[in-house]
């Protein structure tokens, strides 16, 4: 992954996920161009080029197996792709030693002995030791944990480590967060903060790309909708434009109509193989 400043020229930009945009009027935070990844013979993703700008949701879409994960991992620079780019644009915030992408994977996993606040304190010193203890009560209070600070991770529900870990990605206010799944295993009145903590982030200036299954909180909190569908963009858009685009009246008919068809096929993708031929 490389870093280089943004432009904050007035020239029109041709953005990945479909829309245009002028630099003057939403600065790039994260750019991915023509991404591809395969393990063995299975192509997971490819092509896939999209923008986050700074303080913007965007949110990725997709039926399970449908590449996600593994975009999620080339953006964060978990994983390299084996083609494409992914560019992280430097802040200019000198005020603040912000990271540059704060990510949280599908399964975050800490030390199951440690307090949720020591879990935090342990990752913040690694961003800024002076203000680690006022950082990590600030954070666990953000996402709705501060009432379990001291409960041991072993004891949280998977939904209260999932918010630890978003509590994790946030640590250092980063330019950009990478965020897979972070509903999963949530209620819905914790998804619901969930979705209004990343709407209030994106609102203060961080650009975000998160994946997700709650179309509903998609549908009210996401500026961008990116549909991934056997590995490639099939769909970009605000939420109104992919109700208009597909006739729909809510997003989750949107989805289905998208990756179902007429057909009404399984949304369960295996990735693609190359064609077999016998000679």
């Known amino acids: ?43 997971v993703l490819e092509g896939v080029s999209l923008t986050v700008g700074r303080g913007e949701l965007v949110v ?14 080339a953006l964060a620079g978990v994983r390299a792709p084996d083609r494409g780019t992914v560019t992280v644009a430097s802040t200019s915030d000198t005020a603040t ?5 704060g990510y949280l994977p599908q399964r975050p996993s800490f030390r199951r002995g ?32 501060a009432d379990v600070a001291e409960r041991t991770v072993g004891s949280l529900s998977g939904g209260m480590t999932r918010l630890l870990g978003l509590g994790q990605a946030i640590l250092g206010q980063p330019s950009v967060l990478v965020l897979d799944e972070p509903g999963s295993g ?36 996401a500026d961008v909708v990116v549909l991934l569908d056997r590995g490639e963009l099939v769909l970009s858009g ?3 434009d992919l109700l208009a685009s597909t006739g729909s009246e809510t997003l989750v008919e949107a989805f289905l109509a998208t990756v179902q068809g007429d ?3 399984s949304t369960v993708r295996s990735g693609r193989s190359p064609e077999v031929t016998n000679s």
Do not use: W
Not at 60 to 73: A, R
């Open 1 to 43: 992954m490389t870093e280089e400043s943004a432009s904050s020229a007035s020239e029109s930009t041709s953005l990945g996920n479909g829309r245009s945009a002028t630099t003057g009027e939403t600065a790039v935070a994260l750019q991915a161009t023509d991404l591809a990844r395969s393990f063995g013979d299975v192509s």
């Open 60 to 73: 990725v879409i997709g039926p399970n197996g449908s590449g996600k994960s593994t975009l999620m991992e």
């Open 97 to 101: 030693d912000r990271r540059a992408v």
């Open 114 to 145: 440690f307090s949720a606040h020591d879990t935090l304190e342990f990752y913040a010193r690694f961003v800024d030791d002076t203000t680690a203890d006022d950082d990590v009560t600030k954070t666990l209070e953000r996402v709705g944990l």
């Open 186 to 221: 949530l209620d819905p009145a914790m998804v619901e903060r969930l979705f209004g903590v990343l709407r209030s982030l994106a609102d203060d200036g961080t650009g975000i790309v998160v994946t997700s299954h709650n179309l509903e909180a998609v549908e009210k909190y």
């Open 238 to 240: 605000t939420p109104t």
């Open 263 to 265: 057909e009404q096929e």
